[in-house]
């Protein structure tokens, strides 16, 4: 079972990093966040296919046909646990080093798209606010490595859940 994890979990791991890289080289001189949110969950998605296909691999080639619900949930959340560290560790490179001022694009951004959305004065500065507190969130290296796993554990547990409650199979009763 270890070897299967690790190996889909770097290889989920290595998608969702792909993903993200390409899309901060789409979107870093022209931010178009929405775009760059859509092509970040796809890439989760398509990484944590790993996780169905991990499953089904150590049910199959592994435990005879057999595998409880718990051991799937098991098998995909050490998965996600490891593509989403390749996530966080590649964020926080990618911020540090590559994006200092990416809450200042971020905030700016939507700030345009309210305005363009046409909320009044109070709602703009009501969100203008949330945003600020997010600028001094970022301000925390531990506040964006949590924020950072916020954004990709949720898909992978959602994606372990399916996959466990679909291949989860019990041994065959004997007649």
Partial sequence: ????????????????????????L???????????EIIGYSG???????????????RD???NGVISFGEAFKIGLYITLI??????????????????DFMDKLISS????????????NEIAAKSKEM??????????ILVILMSYMEILPVGLLVTLISSLILKRKKAREV
Avoid: C
């Avoid at 079972?1 to 901060?24: D, E, P, W």
């Fill in 132 to 141: 600020e507190m997010y600028r001094e969130w970022y301000k925390n290296p």
């Fill in 1 to 24: 079972m270890r070897n299967i994890i690790i190996k889909y979990g770097v290889i989920a791991g290595t998608i969702a990093t792909l993903f993200m890289i390409t899309s901060t």
């Fill in 110 to 121: 939507t700030m345009e798209n309210l305005k363009a959305q046409g909320l009044s004065p």
């Fill in 26 to 36: 789409l979107h870093n001189d022209n931010p178009n966040f929405k775009n760059g």
């Fill in 44 to 58: 989760m998605l398509i990484a944590f296919i790993f996780i169905f296909i991990a499953v089904k691999s150590y």
């Fill in 61 to 63: 080639k592994q435990n």
């Fill in 83 to 100: 593509a989403s560290t390749f996530y966080v560790v590649t964020w926080l490179i990618e911020y540090y080093f590559f994006m200092p």
